[in-house]
């Protein structure tokens, strides 16, 4: 226990005497002090002499005061002398604490402050010019001022790096608080390599602004590059130039908190919208060398470089995902991009003069089709139209190759070519929208959301009253010319809004259209190697896997009824996979398509489905049914809710064909008219290194079909049984999966999974332990 204080040593406390002056609150003066002429005077300050009298003052208390107190100290007893020095302790650290917030307000006032300021005026320094002028980013005059800026930003930038990093009293309060200290300093770090690497961004741009001004001042003349080869060259010098930049900034943003810091709300937004970039900038950056000539194609550095735009409608399912019903046109003049024009590919290939319509915007084009009208050969013999077209060619589930036709006949159709392919499904626009937030059409007066998407796309493109509104706003005529032009605008509109995001959404952005890929919601195909590879090696280049190597199976289907009935038909896949001892592998696989008629369907009201079923090579087919045969089975209005007797085809009663489409000789099948079933009627494949099981299958609005096949694989690989399971984009695939392996035992030999695969391969594989076996799955691009 402390002994209680001995109150007989203590001295009395200092009191002011009469020569001191008690502060009133009042400035005081000493006493008038004798004059030349013996006469009291005024006291005249002096600066100089005041502050050195003050000074000496203060020093005597000082020097007095401590007397005292170590007088007083020598006289605590030990454990009041402990005391006395934990409290000492404890107000020397919140002493430090409070030193540490001045010195940061003061060098954050001085610095960052002035920093900031610099780089604001830099900023201020293009603001105002007319709107929508962007060559004011290129007058040199401003790039210059600007460049003072960003030099004197630099300067102080570097200054405050500099005490954050070596100032003393600032290593003492980084004891203190260490992760605000290191965040300082890693933000120090930063900003004087961003400043460095604007400075260099700033002289280059002066060096190309003879270019690339002249390109943004005539910006409603695409012929008019932005780039040409030697001012490309200066930028992707620049590239180089700031790449270690970058990386340091990259490296120094890792791990950064701004918890605690004494910076502003702005500051802090504009810091966090920053640092998620770095490390994807930093990755661009590395390997943009390598990839020099293949921007500098896709650009159109030198010339020009168009690719077609297609959204594919998922109403109408085709083999990539939907029906291309519209294109435009992506041209690239020394990376100045041609106003993007959605066009109406039926106004090009298709006649609606009989029924009142528009005839074909542009003869030429039209007669060309007429001229030409048959599928490439792998796919003519179960091509069921005697015409083909740009908006038919994504014929087969290959990306590649599907773009590849769709290139050719836009060469021979139009009569210019095109160097890649770009196609989107609406859920891509969703992914989109879910980036940038609602979009407004303004024409329609509409607000596109994430959530509304798809019904605002079906009303103006599937229903009456829409397509009526759309003819009215747009003041077109027909209706197949009118129910397109929504669609469009909302793709022009979705280009624009992409462009013009803000920083901190980019990378959000780029995010979701690399996931897209995989999904095949975003499949791009360009005529540049480089350039395929590098889409391969980030997403998917949506490609039919070809190998041999291990099992595979991939269903694709293709709606060629003429309606938007798909909307309408959902997928569900059993497969019963039965390996034997020698590694044959034999598929018992079960397709049920459930089509419930939930609302109008634009077109004809039978589903007719081309279904293809692609498998190894020397897969051997062992059997099959609900596939359409040549015979008649049952007529309007005598067709049974049990339409077959093996209870393949079930529907609500009554069971209404209806009319179909003109079909050519390939599916002699008149409306109103249900075929008998069976087995593949196709077993000739389209696609080298693949086998393949086909046919139609028609199903009746509110019915449900049940379609089966079963083939043997012969033994692939070495690892044991692997399969890739390839799902077609643009729709979800149920899938019930079961694996019995003979090389398995106990339990571990029926392996199951399930799940809806929206068009993202799957590799399924039959791992061995100790325990017996595990079935393992894992996504493929």
């Known amino acids: 226990m402390f002994d209680p204080p001995d109150h007989s040593k203590s001295q009395p406390p200092f009191r002011p005497t009469s020569t001191n002056t008690l502060y009133t609150g009042q400035r005081s003066y000493p006493p008038a002090t004798p004059g030349a002429a013996g006469m009291s005077s005024p006291y005249i300050p002096n600066p100089g002499i005041n502050a050195q009298r003050a000074s000496s003052q203060t020093k005597r208390r000082r020097r007095h005061s401590f007397a005292r107190l170590r007088n007083k100290y020598k006289g605590f007893s030990p454990p009041v002398k402990v005391l006395c020095l934990i409290l000492l302790f404890a107000i020397l650290v919140s002493s430090l604490t409070g030193a540490f917030e001045l010195i940061n307000g003061i060098i954050l006032y ?66 203190i608080l260490p992760s605000q200290m290191t965040a300082l300093r890693k933000i120090g770090h930063i900003a004087v390599d961003g400043t460095a690497a604007a400075q260099q961004a700033i002289q280059t741009a002066i060096e190309i602004a003879p270019v690339a001004g002249a390109g943004l001042k005539a910006e409603k003349d695409p012929s008019k590059p932005y780039l040409d080869q030697a001012s490309f060259n200066k930028v992707m010098a620049l590239l180089s130039s700031i790449q270690p930049l970058v990386h340091d900034m990259s490296q ?38 390598q990839y020099k000539d293949a921007i500098a194609w896709l650009l ?8 077609l735009l297609e959204p594919m409608d998922t109403a109408e399912l085709r083999s990539t995902g939907g029906f291309t019903g519209q294109f435009g046109e992506l041209t690239f003049t020394g990376g100045h991009m041609a106003p993007l024009n959605m066009k109406n590919l039926g106004a090009y290939e298709e006649s609606h003069t009989a029924g009142n319509g528009s005839a074909p915007v542009n003869e030429a084009i039209y007669q060309r089709v007429l001229d030409q009208p048959l599928a490439p050969n792998q796919y003519s013999n179960w091509w069921p139209f ?51 937030g609602p979009m407004v059409i303004p024409l329609y007066n509409e607000t596109v959301t994430a959530q509304n998407l798809e019904a605002k796309l079906h009303y103006y493109q599937l229903d009456h009253d829409g397509i009526v509104k759309e003819k009215a706003i747009e003041h077109v005529k027909d209706d197949e010319s009118a129910r397109k032009l929504f669609t469009q605008r909302v793709t022009q509109q979705l280009m624009l809004t992409a462009m013009h995001l803000p920083v901190s959404k980019l990378l959000p952005l780029a995010t979701q259209m690399l996931q897209a890929t995989k999904t095949k919601d975003l499949q791009i195909y360009f005529d540049n190697s480089q350039l395929e590879g590098l889409i391969g090696k980030y997403g998917s280049e949506a490609r039919m896997d070809h190998s041999n190597a291990y099992d595979g199976v991939f269903v694709v289907q293709s709606n060629d009824s003429g309606s938007k009935a798909s909307q309408y038909v959902t997928t569900a896949i059993q497969d019963a996979v039965t390996v034997d001892a020698q590694g044959y592998a034999t598929h018992n696989m079960q397709m049920t398509l459930n089509y419930q008629q939930k609302g109008d369907v634009y077109g004809f009201d039978t589903y007719r489905d081309y279904v293809r079923v692609y498998v190894p090579l020397n897969s051997t087919l ?99 049984y692997q399969m890739l399971w390839q799902a077609q984009g643009g729709m979800d695939t149920n899938l019930d999966l079961s694996i019995s392996d003979a090389a398995c035992s106990g339990s571990g030999s029926n392996l199951h999974y399930t799940g809806t695969l929206h068009g993202q391969n799957t590799m399924f594989s039959v791992q061995k332990g100790n325990a017996g076996c595990t079935l393992q799955n894992r996504p493929t691009w």
């Open 622 to 720: 062992l059997s099959g049914n609900g596939f359409a045969q040549d015979q008649t089975h049952c007529t309007d209005p005598n067709c049974q809710p049990n339409v077959y007797p093996d209870g393949s085809l079930m529907c609500t009663a009554p069971v209404v064909v209806g009319d179909a489409t003109i079909y050519n000789d390939k599916l002699a099948y008149p409306g109103g008219h249900l075929n008998t079933i069976g087995g593949p009627t196709n077993t000739t494949t389209d696609e080298p290194g693949k086998g393949m099981f086909a046919g139609w299958v028609m199903i009746p609005k509110n019915c449900v079909m049940k379609v089966s096949l079963s083939w043997t694989v012969p033994p692939l690989g070495t690892n044991g």
């Open 110 to 175: 001085t610095q960052i402050t002035g920093a900031v300021n610099h780089l604001k005026a830099a900023e201020t320094v293009f603001q105002g010019g007319v709107k929508g002028d962007n060559s004011k980013y290129f007058n040199v005059a401003n790039l210059q001022k600007a460049q003072i800026e960003i030099t004197a930003a630099h300067g102080d930038f570097v200054s405050l790096s500099d005490e954050l990093d070596h100032d003393g009293s600032l290593s003492i309060a980084g004891a």
């Open 252 to 289: 120094n943003a890792q791990g950064i908190s701004l918890t605690g810091l004494p910076i502003s709300a702005s500051q802090s937004k504009m810091i966090t919208d920053i640092l998620p970039l770095l490390p994807a900038v930093d990755n661009v950056l590395s390997q943009a060398p």
């Open 386 to 436: 005697d015409n083909f077209g740009i908006r038919d060619a994504n014929v087969s589930a290959d990306f590649q190759t599907s773009a590849n036709i769709i290139l050719n006949r836009y060469a021979y159709e139009f009569q210019q070519n095109a160097d890649g392919v770009i196609m989107f499904t609406p859920e891509l626009i969703k992914q989109v929208l879910q980036v940038t």
């Open 300 to 307: 159109g550095i030198g010339g020009s470089r168009t690719i």
